[in-house]
């Protein structure tokens, strides 16, 4: 069964400091990976994906992530924080037929100090 | 891309009335949709999801049920709400084999 762990529920950053979101998945078969971004009372949007090829994967908003098979991990970065960043933050995966429904974590909201 | 349409945004129901939210999808045909409560201050739960019209599949048992009429049309249920049910409910589709979902605008309900 796939899953996702979402490190710290709750990060705080500088406006300007690097933004650094962690997301380690388990899967028995190569995965889709996904981050979304999700504002106080909106629906979720998809900042970035990862299905195949080139490992970093750069989305909206200034964002990237990388997927590193070997640490099973797909951590969300950008390199300076704006204070329109601050909002609720979910990984997600996937089996890659793409047919299932999306595993989530738990979220980490992130916070942008002035 | 396809676009995920719900309705109400906000919605206030006493314990013991009856619920029907509804979504709709433009955009795509045949979609996979979905529909997740998401509880104050928690994540994602999965309610229900269905591949086809008339196809539901629940991930919780629970005070709600789920329908699709139609291709475009996923209608989320319930005969009698309990406290329990309040928090924002979100509707999702998703192309098959593309494995990325479309989230709506979400329906925030609260029971009194």
């Known amino acids: 069964a796939q899953s996702v762990t979402q490190l710290g529920s709750h990060v705080s950053v500088s406006e300007g400091a690097l933004v650094l979101l962690r997301c380690n998945y388990s899967?028995?078969?190569?995965?889709?990976l996904f981050w979304y971004v999700q504002y106080p009372n909106q629906g979720l949007q998809l900042l970035l994906k990862y299905t195949t090829g080139a490992t970093l994967v750069k989305g909206i908003n200034g964002f990237e992530a990388e997927f590193k098979k070997s640490e099973t991990s797909f951590h969300l970065t950008k390199p300076s924080a704006h204070m329109s960043d601050a909002a609720e933050y979910f990984c997600?995966?996937?089996?890659?037929?793409?047919?299932?429904?999306?595993?989530f974590g738990k979220g980490t909201r992130l916070s942008v100090i002035a | 891309s396809q676009t995920i349409h719900q309705w109400p945004a906000t919605l206030v129901q006493p314990v013991g009335s009856p619920l029907s939210l509804e979504c709709t999808v433009e955009g795509t045909s045949n979609p996979n949709l979905y529909w997740y409560r998401q509880a104050a201050g928690r994540g994602l739960q999965l309610l229900f999801y269905?591949?086809?019209?008339?196809?539901i599949s629940s991930e919780v048992p629970q005070n709600l049920s789920a329908s699709r009429p139609q291709d475009r049309q996923f209608i989320l249920s319930s005969k009698k709400l309990l406290l329990s049910d309040s928090g924002f409910y979100l509707c999702?589709?998703?192309?098959?084999?593309?494995?990325?979902?479309?989230f709506g605008p979400g329906t925030r309900l609260t029971v009194l």
């Open positions: 999702a589709g998703m192309d098959r084999g593309e494995g990325e979902q479309f």
């Open positions: 269905s591949v086809g019209i008339g196809q």
């Open positions: 997600a995966v996937s089996r890659s037929s793409g047919n299932t429904p999306l595993v």
């Open positions: 899967s028995s078969v190569p995965p889709y």
